[in-house]
C-alpha cells in the first residue's frame, strides 16, 4: 500500500472512483482527501460506464443472430465462465469493463500520469487490472484507501467545501454498481423481447444460469451478471459491511441526487472524446 502512495506522490497521478465509494466516504469531501492523499486528479467511472453501455448496444445490433449475450465487466464471472463454461466465452461480450474504459479515456489524454482505480472488488485488484498494465498502475480497494487516510492522518470533516471531479461525467451511470445498472442504464431492453433482459446476481444464482445456457435450454438472451449479492454495492473490500442491500442501494440514489444537484458543464463528455480509442478486451 506505502509503495504505491510512494509511486502517487512520486509521479502525476490520477485516482478513477468507483461509484461504490459512497457507502464508506462522504461526497463530494472524498475528493478533496483523495487529492490531500497525492493524487493530482479525482475522476469517477460514470463516462467510463457510459462508453461500454454504447458499444454493447453497437455489439448486440451488429450480431442479431447470436443467441446470448453476456456482460463482462466482473471479473469473477468472466473467469468463472473461462474455467467452468469454456463453451460460453463466445458468449461474453468483447468489450472492457468501466474500469478499463476510464483508464483508456484517462491515458490517451493524460498520457504522463499514473492511473490508479479505487475499488470495492478484491478481484478487480487481482485478476483484471494485471490484464492491463499499459493503462492501470494500480488498484486501492475501499479497505486499503481507509487505512491509507487513518495511516495520513487524513480526516474526512476537515474537508467540509464543494469539490468537483476533474473528469467528464454521466449522473445515472452511477446506478452501475447496483444489480441491473447496466441493463437499466444501456436501454437495451429495446434490443430484445419482453423476458429476454436476465438479471442475475449472486454465485448460486449465476451457475444456475450459466447450467440452462450450457444445456441449451435458454433462448435469446442478455444477462446481466455480477457476481455479488445485490452487485457490486456487495462487494467484499467495502468497509461498511453491516449495510443490508436495501440500504446500500439506498445510499447509491442518495448519491446520484445529490451529485445531480451540481451542474456538469462542459464535463457532461460525448463519444468524440473517446475517438481512436480500443474498447475491445483483445486490445491490452
Given at each position: 500500500?506505502?509503495?504505491?502512495?510512494s509511486?502517487?506522490?512520486?509521479?502525476?497521478?490520477?485516482?478513477?472512483?468507483?461509484?461504490?465509494?459512497?457507502?464508506?466516504?462522504?461526497?463530494?469531501?472524498?475528493i478533496g482527501?483523495?487529492?490531500?492523499?497525492?493524487?493530482?486528479?479525482?475522476?469517477e467511472?460514470?463516462?467510463?460506464?457510459?462508453?461500454?453501455?454504447?458499444?454493447y448496444?453497437?455489439?448486440?445490433?451488429?450480431?442479431?443472430?447470436?443467441?446470448?449475450?453476456i456482460?463482462?465487466?466482473?471479473?469473477?464471472?468472466?473467469?468463472m465462465?473461462?474455467?467452468?463454461?469454456?463453451?460460453?466465452?463466445?458468449?461474453?461480450i468483447?468489450?472492457?469493463?468501466?474500469?478499463?474504459?476510464?483508464?483508456?479515456?484517462n491515458?490517451?489524454?493524460?498520457?504522463?500520469?499514473?492511473?490508479?482505480?479505487?475499488s470495492?472488488?478484491?478481484a478487480?485488484?487481482k485478476?483484471?487490472?494485471?490484464?492491463?498494465?499499459?493503462?492501470?498502475?494500480?488498484?486501492?480497494?475501499?479497505?486499503?484507501?481507509?487505512?491509507?487516510?487513518?495511516?495520513?492522518?487524513?480526516?474526512?470533516?476537515?474537508?467540509?467545501?464543494?469539490?468537483?471531479?476533474?473528469?467528464?461525467?454521466?449522473?445515472?451511470?452511477?446506478?452501475?454498481?447496483?444489480?441491473?445498472?447496466?441493463?437499466?442504464?444501456?436501454?437495451?431492453?429495446r434490443?430484445?423481447?419482453?423476458?429476454?433482459v436476465?438479471?442475475?446476481d449472486?454465485?448460486?444464482?449465476?451457475?444456475?444460469?450459466?447450467?440452462?445456457?450450457?444445456?441449451?435450454?435458454?433462448?435469446?438472451?442478455?444477462?446481466?451478471?455480477?457476481?455479488?449479492?445485490?452487485?457490486?454495492?456487495?462487494?467484499?473490500?467495502?468497509?461498511?459491511?453491516?449495510?443490508?442491500?436495501?440500504?446500500?442501494?439506498?445510499?447509491?440514489?442518495?448519491?446520484?441526487?445529490?451529485?445531480?444537484?451540481?451542474?456538469?458543464?462542459?464535463?457532461?463528455?460525448?463519444?468524440d472524446?473517446?475517438?481512436?480509442?480500443?474498447?475491445?478486451?483483445?486490445?491490452?
Amino acid at each position: 500500500m506505502e509503495d504505491q502512495i510512494s509511486l502517487v506522490r512520486d509521479n502525476k497521478s490520477i485516482a478513477m472512483l468507483a461509484p461504490t465509494f459512497i457507502l464508506d466516504f462522504k461526497y463530494p469531501a472524498i475528493i478533496g482527501m483523495l487529492r490531500e492523499l497525492g493524487f493530482n486528479k479525482v475522476t469517477e467511472l460514470t463516462f467510463g460506464a457510459r462508453i461500454v453501455n454504447w458499444h454493447y448496444v453497437e455489439y448486440i445490433k451488429n450480431h442479431p443472430k447470436q443467441r446470448y449475450f453476456i456482460s463482462s465487466p466482473c471479473p469473477i464471472c468472466v473467469t468463472m465462465i473461462e474455467n467452468s463454461y469454456p463453451d460460453l466465452v463466445k458468449y461474453l461480450i468483447p468489450v472492457v469493463s468501466p474500469m478499463v474504459a476510464m483508464a483508456k479515456i484517462n491515458k490517451k489524454h493524460h498520457p504522463d500520469y499514473k492511473v490508479f482505480f479505487i475499488s470495492p472488488c478484491f478481484a478487480k485488484q487481482k485478476i483484471e487490472a494485471p490484464k492491463y498494465p499499459a493503462f492501470i498502475d494500480g488498484v486501492i480497494t475501499l479497505k486499503e484507501l481507509k487505512l491509507l487516510f487513518e495511516n495520513q492522518e487524513i480526516k474526512e470533516e476537515d474537508f467540509n467545501r464543494k469539490y468537483f471531479f476533474d473528469s467528464f461525467v454521466r449522473e445515472y451511470t452511477k446506478i452501475y454498481p447496483v444489480s441491473g445498472g447496466l441493463a437499466g442504464t444501456s436501454h437495451i431492453q429495446r434490443l430484445f423481447q419482453k423476458g429476454e433482459v436476465m438479471i442475475v446476481d449472486s454465485i448460486n444464482n449465476l451457475k444456475t444460469e450459466l447450467d440452462l445456457m450450457e444445456s441449451g435450454e435458454n433462448i435469446h438472451r442478455f444477462f446481466d451478471f455480477l457476481n455479488c449479492p445485490g452487485g457490486c454495492i456487495g462487494g467484499p473490500a467495502i468497509n461498511n459491511q453491516n449495510l443490508t442491500t436495501e440500504q446500500r442501494q439506498e445510499k447509491i440514489k442518495e448519491y446520484i441526487s445529490r451529485a445531480s444537484e451540481h451542474a456538469i458543464g462542459t464535463h457532461a463528455g460525448t463519444i468524440d472524446y473517446t475517438k481512436d480509442i480500443d474498447f475491445s478486451v483483445q486490445n491490452k
